[in-house]
């Protein structure tokens, strides 16, 4: 994000919104190659799909996410 304020954060609702309306694919590539801690972000985005979905395996995943 080049603009003057709190491109950070500008950056990070639109990468998330154009996730939302139309899945990673909407979201141009070199915009994922610069992604700091790409792989944790997308193991969290599908992990709350799965869990939005239901079929979500807290047992399996007790390790992971202790406190669910």
Do not use: Y
Request: overall charge negative; charged content about 25%.
């Amino acid at each position: 994000m080049n603009h003057s304020g709190d491109s950070d954060s500008t950056g990070s609702l639109t990468g998330s919104l154009l996730g939302i309306i139309g899945g990673v694919e909407t979201i141009p590539t070199p915009w994922l190659q610069k992604l700091e801690l790409r792989d944790v972000i997308e193991e969290v985005a599908d992990d709350l799909a799965a869990v939005r979905a239901g079929t979500f395996d807290a047992e399996s995943q007790r390790e992971k996410c202790p406190g669910w």
